[in-house]
């Protein structure tokens, strides 16, 4: 099993940019959203933020790409 560790917290629009990028360099990530998963669910949500995540092998090309853009 994969082991995955956050590499970013931001808005949205940030973090869904930031994926992409990592996709373009065949980065795998995933994108955590609580609050859209909380709204989708029927409940309330006080945050906004989103979190990026990448396989713990990737962690620090991935954070010299976000780095850099």
Do not use: C, P, W, Y
């Amino acid at each position: 099993m994969t082991e995955h560790v956050k590499i970013l917290t931001g808005s949205a629009i940030v973090i869904n940019h930031k994926a992409q990028l990592l996709e373009e360099q065949e980065i795998a990530s995933i994108v955590k959203n609580n609050a859209e998963s909380a709204r989708l669910a029927g409940f309330g949500s006080f945050s906004d933020d989103v979190e990026l995540f990448v396989a713990q092998s990737d962690a620090e090309k991935a954070s010299a790409i976000i780095a850099k853009n």
